[in-house]
Structures are given as C-alpha cells and as structure tokens.
C-alpha cells in the first residue's frame, strides 16, 4: 500500500513511522524544516526561552530571606545558540535518524498540491515539479499564526511567535496583541528578561478558560508590572523610526517590538483540497472524525490542520491513530479528558469541562477550590499564589474537570487527566496516596473538600 503523508511535523512523522512499521510505502512531502513548528518554532525554543526568563526573574524578585536577590546579566545571543543546538540535537535524534533506518519511508521536501482525490503536485525547492500518486494521504500541515484585520498590520515588521523565540534582541518597550497562551507565555517571558511589556486583547485573558483562570494571571500579571489592556481592539498600526505605534480607541501605545499572538489559522488553503473533495469548516480547517476519517474514503488527516484541539499532544496521538486506521485497523482518538498546560508562571492547567460547560451540557455541577494556601508544598515554597478547582457531578461525585493555577500545574494536571479518564469520583481521588510534600497532593485535599472539613486534617493527614 502507497501512502503520502503531506507535512513533517509530529503529526505527519508520527503517523509515517506507525504506516511504514504496518507495511506501509510511505512518502513524506514536507515543505517546511522536518519537526515542523513545534520542534523548530513553537513548543521547544519557547519553553526554552520561558525557562531562561524564569530563572532571570526568580533570581531578581524571589521571596526567601537571607538569599541574595540581583538582576543577572542577560546574553541573548548564547541562549540562542545553546537553544539552537539542543534543537538539532532532538532534530537529529527524534527525526532524522528514525528515517536512516526505514527503508520504506522517502522524504521528499517540497510543497504539494492534490490535483485529484488520488495524486498530488509536489514542487520541490530546485523550483521542478513531480507528481506523487497514492492509494492512501494523510493530511498534516499544521497551521500558522493568524493576523488579525487591522489597518496597517501588514505593513509593520512585527513578529510573529516564530520570530519572537528566535530574537536577537530584547527590546525596550514590547507591545503584544492577543490574550490567550502564546500572548501570555511570550509577554511575560520578555518582561522577566527585563523588558517592558503592555498587552491589548480584545476580551479577557484566557477567554476560553473559567474565569477564575483568567482572573489570577491578570492579577499576576499586573503585580508583576504588565500594562494590559482588555475588551480593547487595535484600529490600526504603524511604524516609523524604529517605533511601533497601535492605535487605541482610548490613546495611541507605542514601542519598539510588536508581537502579533492572536492565535493560529490551518494550513490549508494551498493545498488543493477542493480537487480532492476534502470538506473543510468555516475556519479552513479540515473535518474529521473520531478515526482521523475525512469525507473522501481514502483521505485521512490530523494535527493542528484540522478540527481537533491544536496541541501537539493530540496531533501526534492522531497520527499514529491516523495510521492504523488507515492501514485497515480500528484505533479512536478520545478527547475527553484532554490535559493543557500554559507554561506562565505561576502555569496554568486545565482537563475536562469547566463549571460554566458542565452547566451548557445540562450537566449540574458540584465544585470546590482549594486556594495553594492548604498545600504544604507550596506553603514550604513561599509560593501559595494560585488555586486548585475541581468540577465534579451533584449527584454522583463523579470528576467533570480541573482547573488549576500553579507553580507546578503542568506537572499536576495529568493525575486528574487519569482520574477523569478512569470515571473516578472526588472520594475515589480524595481516598488515594499521594506522595508527602508534593504539590500534586492538593489534588487529594480538593477532592477530600467535598465530603470532609479540612480544616480539622493536619498537613498530612489522609
């Protein structure tokens, strides 16, 4: 069986290498760097760059007496290249060695283009052309940031969060556009190396999450002297002498950086999919079902291209689903107890419905919020900013979902990923052994909430 796979990012690799180790004859048509954003762009040179300004400003404003606080040099143009080296290390190891060693997977870079439900156009760099035929395609071209419709934005060298990772620079003043986790993780990350920072989005922060959410980062945010903006649109912007100007409908902000976050939109839309008879949404994203199945029989698709959650974690898992069902297996993706993590300090957590959807489902919820206060991890850390909330069935106790705000949430949030995944309910979690003094232990304090006052528990008591 021939199969072409159209993209190279975890998506696309995941379900080449799961194909081919079915049997598969796979070609890979890739026409950007192989690991695609996340590798190159996204996930690891911002976490990267996050870590750094995490430790810049840990060591500027931490709150342990009797431990020197200072501002530390910051050298831009070495983490840049310690980044970068790490970067072709993973690239080497979790990309390009697995292709030495299978045969029956070809890369061709290049971009294609279906020209019918059966054969793609790839125009590869050299600026020819070939025709690729296959019995079977998966479709995984991720997606690219999406700019919104202001005046004047495409005629201002801003950034993208592609740009801003790879920086060379730090600027004086940065103006950010976009209020969700790339707008957050980014501004903040430059306002920890010692820049100023002010964010305009036209909602709340986090919009999409439980207000609570929302709520504790703006106050973070603004402690840590972030000007932001809400419910505020840009109307136009312009550049002139190195100065970046928004126009608000309140007063004009200027800067000598603008990132542009407002969020990501799929690679779709050169790709010819009107030939193949791909359906896609409004969005220009590709519509699939639980099996990565598109409308045309043959054509499968996964990643942040299609009506899936854009999170790396859920493109990789598509893939290798992707490839099994399409090499005749049987293998659903479930997506209902999907873990999210922003990595802003404190990071935020979330899996499952939050209280405002369990109630949109018809659901009536049950929920408590346990402040880091009542954990004696966080309280042994001086660092009790933050919350745990879990959302949970009235009538049967049953976990719906957790929202957490914490130091180490990503770290946490996967234990009520299994918990939710598992249908346990808040007594089951409240009744486990969790290890002593961890932060993952609030968990079991925010389920005992529900059915015990603890007030009355010692700090480790079960």
Known sequence: MKLVVVGGGPAAFAGALRAAAQGAEVTLVCSEPLGGTCVNAGCLPSKMLIRAAALAHESAAHNLRGIERHRPAVDLQAHLAQQQARIDEILYSRYRAPLENRANVHLLP?????????????????????????????????????????????????????????????PDHLLVIGGSAVALELGQAFQHLGCNVTLVTRRGLLSREDPAVGAAMLDILQREGMSIHTKTVPTAAAYRNGIFTLRLPKGDLRGDALLVATGRAPNSGALGLENAGVALDARGAVKVDKMMRTNVEHIYAAGDCTTQPQLVCVGAAAGTRAAVNLMGGSAPLDLSAVPSVLFTSPQVATVGLTEARARQHGIVPECRVLPLERVARALVNFDTWGFIKLVARKDNGRLLGAQIVAGQAGEIIQAAALALHNRMTVAEIGDQLFPYLTMVEGLRLCAQSFYLDIDDLSCCAG
């Not at 479709?139 to 920086?167: H, L, M, R, Y």
């Open 110 to 170: 290049g971009r294609a283009r279906f020209t019918d439900p059966h054969t793609v156009e790839v125009a590869v760099t050299d600026g020819a052309s070939c025709q690729v035929h296959g019995d079977r395609f998966l479709i995984a071209t991720g997606a690219s940031p999406w700019i919104p419709p202001i005046s004047g934005i495409n005629d201002v060298p801003f950034w993208t969060s592609d740009d801003a990772v790879k920086s060379q620079r730090l």
